[in-house]
C-alpha cells in the first residue's frame, strides 16, 4: 500500500514536471525561432510578454475555480491555457477573457516607461508589440480574448468582428487571419441562426454587469489604440501624420 501512495505521488509530480517542461520547452523555441527574425533580446521579450498575457488567463480562471493547463506557444501563432473545464457562465468567460489583455496592457506601459527612462528603442519596440498584439486580441469575435469578453454584453457583437477581421486580411493578408476566420465560423453562424438564443441561461447576466465589462472593454481598446499609434509615431517619426 505505502509503495502504491509513493508510486501515484512521483507520478503526480512527473505531470506537474511535464507540464512545466512543456511551458519552458515551447517558450525557448517560440524564442528560438523569433531570433531568427528579430534577434535574440527582441525575442525574449516578446516572449515575455507573452506569457504574462497568458498568465493574466491564467491566474483569472484559476480564481473562478476552473482547471487549466500551463500555457503553451506556437511560434508566430502565440500561446494559450487550456482550458480543461470551461466557464459555467458568460460572465466568467469574460473574467477569464479580459484578464489576459489586462496584464498584458500593464506589462507594456511598464516596458513603454523603462523605454521612455532608458531611451532603449528595443524597449521602445517590444511596448509597441505588446500594445499591438493586446489591441488585436480584442477584435470582438471567437476565438480572440475581445469575443469572450463581448459575449457578456451580447453575442451579436461578434458580427461587429467579422468586417474588422476582412478589413486586417485586405490590410495585410496572412494564413494566421485564415485560420483565425475558420475558428471563428461557426460561432458566427451560431449568431446569425439565432442558435445561440437556445443557451439564454449561459448568457443570462445582470445589466450592471454587462454595462461594466463594456465600459473595460471600450476602455482597453481606445487606451490600447491611442497607445500602438503614439509609440509607432516615435519608432516611426517621419511617417507621423
Do not use: C
Amino acid at each position: 500500500m505505502k509503495g502504491l501512495i509513493v508510486l501515484l505521488i512521483s507520478l503526480a509530480k512527473a505531470a506537474k514536471l511535464g507540464k512545466l517542461f512543456l511551458t519552458g520547452g515551447t517558450m525557448l523555441l517560440s524564442v528560438f525561432v523569433y531570433s531568427w527574425v528579430f534577434g535574440w533580446p527582441y525575442a525574449v521579450g516578446f516572449v515575455a510578454l507573452i506569457l504574462v498575457h497568458e498568465m493574466g488567463h491564467f491566474i483569472a480562471a484559476r480564481r473562478r475555480g476552473l482547471d487549466v493547463g500551463a500555457p503553451t506557444f506556437i511560434p508566430f501563432v502565440g500561446a494559450w491555457i487550456q482550458l480543461k473545464e470551461m466557464p459555467h457562465d458568460a460572465e466568467t468567460e469574460a473574467f477569464v477573457g479580459i484578464s489576459g489583455p489586462i496584464a498584458g496592457s500593464i506589462a507594456a506601459v511598464l516596458v513603454y516607461l523603462a523605454a521612455r527612462y532608458t531611451g532603449s528603442q528595443l524597449l521602445l519596440a517590444l511596448s509597441y508589440a505588446g500594445f499591438f498584439l493586446n489591441l488585436f486580441n480584442l477584435i470582438p469575435l471567437h476565438p480572440f480574448d475581445g469575443g469572450r469578453i463581448t459575449s457578456v454584453v451580447s453575442p451579436k457583437i461578434w458580427l461587429v468582428g467579422v468586417p474588422i477581421l476582412v478589413a486586417l486580411f485586405l490590410w495585410r493578408p496572412s494564413p494566421l487571419l485564415v485560420l483565425v476566420a475558420l475558428l471563428a465560423a461557426p460561432k458566427v453562424w451560431e449568431v446569425i441562426r439565432g442558435q445561440h438564443d437556445s443557451n439564454a441561461a449561459y448568457y443570462q447576466t445582470p445589466a450592471a454587469t454587462r454595462a461594466s465589462y463594456a465600459a473595460q472593454y471600450l476602455g482597453l481598446v481606445i487606451a490600447l489604440a491611442i497607445m500602438s499609434f503614439e509609440v509607432y509615431s516615435q519608432l516611426h517619426p517621419a511617417r507621423e501624420l
